[in-house]
C-alpha cells in the first residue's frame, strides 16, 4: 500500500522543528509521542550525506505538521503520485523539501541529502511541498483540468470521486488557513493510525460539492455508441487526435513544458 498523506504546511512549525533538532529550543510536550533524541544525531549523519538520516527529517517534520493541522490520507494519494500517474503539472508547482528546511534556518549542507520526491519504495519519509504561494494555482489547475483527471483516474481504476474529493478537500482547508500542503509517505497507518492528537481526514463522497460530482461523472461516462444513421454517414466513429491545453498551466508536452 502507498499510504501517502497530505499535511497543511506552517512555516512556524518547520522553524520550531528545526529549531528543536539543532538544540535551540526543547521540543513542545504535543510532540513527546514521537520526538526522538536520534532525530538531532540525524543532523550530522545527513550532513555525511546519508539518505536514510535525510528522509528521518523529513519524516520528523510530518509528524511535527500533524500535531497541528489535519492529515489527509488515502492509499495510492499524495503529490508526486499525481504528477507521476495523473497530471504533470502539478509537477510545477511542487517544491524539493530542502527549500523550506533551508528557510526554516537549516544548514542547506545538511538538506542537500533530502529527497526531491518520495521513493515509494523506501518509506517513512516526506517529500515535495507546494508553498501557499502557489495554493492557489492548484485550485485553478484542479478546477480546469478536472475532467481529464478524472478519465485518467478511472482508466487507472482509481476511484475518481474519493481521489479528487480528498484531493479538493486538503487544497480547500491550506487555502482557507493560508498554509502550503506537505506530502509524507507512511505517517498514517493502513488502518488510520496516526500519532495521538493527530485528526486523519480520508476520502468521502459526502463531501464533494454536488457540481463536482456531476463533472467527473459525465467525464468517465462511456462515450455514446453512434447509431445506424452516424454510422452509414462516416459520423462519430473517429477518436479526436486533439490535445486539450489550457491558459497558464503546462501541456503534458515536455517539449512545451519547463519543469520547475
Excluded: C
Aim: net charge negative.
Amino acid at each position: 500500500m502507498e499510504l501517502v498523506s497530505l499535511h497543511p504546511f506552517d512555516p512556524a512549525v518547520a522553524r520550531s522543528y528545526v529549531q528543536a533538532l539543532l538544540g535551540q529550543q526543547a521540543p513542545p510536550p504535543e510532540w513527546s509521542a514521537w520526538w526522538s533524541p536520534r532525530l538531532m544525531r540525524a543532523i550530522s549523519e545527513a550532513r555525511e550525506g546519508s539518505e536514510a538520516a535525510a528522509n528521518q527529517l523529513t519524516f520528523g517534520l510530518a509528524q511535527a505538521l500533524s500535531t497541528e493541522h489535519p492529515a489527509f490520507t488515502k492509499d495510492g494519494f499524495g503529490l508526486s503520485v499525481w504528477e507521476a500517474r495523473v497530471d504533470r503539472g502539478v509537477g510545477m508547482l511542487m517544491r524539493p523539501p530542502a527549500r523550506l528546511f533551508a528557510d526554516a534556518g537549516l544548514d542547506p549542507g545538511i538538506s542537500r541529502a533530502m529527497p526531491v520526491r518520495i521513493d515509494l519504495q523506501l518509506g517513512m519519509m516526506g517529500g515535495a511541498w507546494i508553498p501557499a504561494r502557489l495554493i492557489p494555482d492548484l485550485e485553478r489547475l484542479l478546477d480546469a483540468r478536472l475532467e481529464r483527471m478524472a478519465k485518467r483516474l478511472h482508466e487507472a481504476e482509481y476511484d475518481p470521486y474519493s481521489m479528487i474529493g480528498l484531493m479538493l478537500d486538503a487544497v480547500r482547508y491550506a487555502s482557507q488557513h493560508g498554509l502550503g500542503l506537505y506530502e509524507a509517505l507512511d505517517v498514517i497507518g493502513p488502518g488510520g493510525e496516526a500519532i495521538p492528537g493527530t485528526v486523519v481526514v480520508t476520502s468521502d463522497r459526502k463531501r464533494i460539492p454536488g457540481e463536482i460530482k456531476s463533472r467527473i461523472e459525465l467525464a468517465i461516462k462511456p462515450p455514446k455508441k453512434p447509431g445506424l444513421f452516424s454510422r452509414m454517414l462516416g459520423r462519430g466513429g473517429g477518436a479526436d487526435d486533439t490535445t486539450e491545453t489550457y491558459p497558464g498551466f503546462p501541456t503534458d508536452d515536455p517539449e512545451q513544458s519547463d519543469k520547475a
